[in-house]
């Protein structure tokens, strides 16, 4: 199974920093790797897909890129509705697995 | 718009058999360019993905290795809605199921990619006596 290892686990952060998130895959995924946000007692919701395009619907703050093994979340400015777990899934291979998540909270 | 619905019971006994169901709406569970999944989701084992059933000409289905002698995802035509049912369960199956449609954008006949788009609300399913 493809590992999924993001970084740091858990950030906090204030209104208007920008935020990055980092992913890395046990091998190389090209850019088959998604983003997604969840809040508490909610489902995740689709954020960024195929490494970089923007889901429709996701404000422009949220941006990814990367390739490879490496990969990048940022939050442009953050906003209070962004507070929020953060995962990312590579879809290269089955299983199709998931990065254990990063808490973005409050400073 | 699409929509899933999740039901099921949110208690199962241990050795028993978990049965959930997710009906569609907006879309259809034969679809030539969506997959109809279950995910689940715990403390000790993150988001995993369980499996799939999907409609190209004729029916799929693929599972993941960790629950492939136990589970069963089933569509269901004549209610636009598919299942999940994991046997023998344990304590460790306690979580947070959801059903999700992946969505897939095609490069070429061979080359392809996907999302899950569109989630269930979930249920927490507990596995207790």
């Known amino acids: 199974d493809i590992q999924m290892t993001q970084s740091p686990s858990s950030l906090s952060a204030s209104v208007g920093d920008r935020v990055t998130i980092t992913c890395r895959a046990s091998?190389?995924?090209?850019?088959?790797l998604n983003w997604y946000q969840q809040k508490p007692g909610k489902a995740p919701k689709l954020l960024i897909y195929?490494?970089?395009s923007l889901q429709s619907g996701v404000p422009s703050r949220f941006s990814g890129s990367g390739s490879g093994t490496d990969f990048t979340l940022t939050i442009s400015s953050l906003q209070p509705e962004d507070f929020a777990t953060y995962y990312c899934?590579?879809?290269?291979?089955?299983?199709?697995?998931f990065g254990q998540g990063t808490k973005v909270e409050i400073k | 718009q699409v929509q899933l619905q999740q039901s099921g019971p949110g208690l199962v006994k241990p050795s028993q058999t978990l049965s959930l169901t997710c009906a569609i709406s907006?879309?259809?569970?034969?679809?030539?360019?969506?997959?109809w999944n279950w995910i689940r989701q715990s403390p000790s084992r993150g988001l995993e993905w369980l499996g799939r059933?999907?409609?190209?000409?004729?029916?799929?289905?693929d599972y993941a290795e960790s629950v492939k002698s136990r589970i069963t995802i089933n569509p269901d035509t004549s209610k636009n809605q598919f299942s999940l049912q994991l046997n023998s369960v344990t304590p460790e199956d306690t979580a947070v199921y959801y059903c999700?449609?992946?969505?897939?954008?095609?490069?070429?006949?061979?080359?392809?990619?996907?999302?899950?788009?569109?989630w269930g609300q979930g249920t927490l399913v507990t596995v207790s006596s």
């Open positions: 091998q190389s995924i090209g850019t088959y």
């Open positions: 907006g879309d259809s569970v034969s679809s030539n360019s969506a997959a």
């Open positions: 999700t449609r992946g969505s897939y954008i095609y490069y070429d006949r061979s080359s392809f990619s996907f999302y899950f788009d569109y």
């Open positions: 059933t999907y409609y190209r000409s004729k029916w799929y289905n």
């Open positions: 899934q590579q879809t290269y291979s089955a299983p199709w697995t």
């Open positions: 195929v490494a970089s």
